[in-house]
């Protein structure tokens, strides 16, 4: 069971570039997010979906789009990469219950952008 | 908007030692209290999670309280072993898109 799969697992980028995280579950969890995690914020919230078709904005979703068409896979785009934008990116999905489901995490894309 | 916060920052046992995690909450009217556990360069695993309508959950070694009126979570670690050694997490929030982390507590239990 391969859980929350997330590529590339490193990745470096040039400030203007685009890019393309990409986040795949096999447990048709019907929930999933990105998380941007950096030292001294913690993890927060970029954007969210509550199934296929559906995405919301989180705490911190400006320069970064999703969009959700299957159940399994969940991209995060960034459009024009800006160094702010260099941190630790986790993918993260839930039952549909979300409540008294975990989340379950992958294990992080690391980006730097130059 | 919901504020976690975690103490101690970090901390620092022998072997064998009972420990004590906390994490406070601002807002009540919490979806769920999480405890995870992550490890250098991966990403979080969940340990707990208590339902807004329980007061504690059990694995193991460990066991989580939530307290909503206080606004308190503990995460307690039994006869803790090197292999405990990680920093622990907690989220809480008042809906999946609201959810907030701590900053985390850096456990290191030496042999």
Known sequence: NAGVTQTPKFQVLKTGQSMTLQCAQDMNHEYMSWYRQDPGMGLRLIHYSVGAGITDQGEVPNGYNVSRSTTEDFPLRLLSAAPSQTSVYFCASSGRTGRDSPLHFGNGTRLTVT | ?111
């Open chain 2, 1 to 111: 908007k919901q504020e976690v916060t975690q103490i101690p920052a970090a901390l620092s046992v022998p072997e064998g030692e009972n420990l004590v995690l906390n994490c406070s909450f601002t807002d009540s009217a919490i979806y769920n209290l999480q405890w995870f556990r992550q490890d250098p360069g991966k990403g979080l695993t969940s340990l707990l999670l208590i339902q807004s309508s329980q007061r504690e959950q059990t694995s193991g070694r460990l066991n989580a309280s939530l307290d909503k009126s206080s606004g308190r979570s503990t995460l307690y670690i039994a006869a803790s072993q090197p292999g405990d050694s990680a920093t622990y997490l907690c989220s809480g929030g008042t809906s999946y898109g609201k959810l907030t982390f701590g900053q985390g507590t850096i456990l290191t239990v030496h042999p």
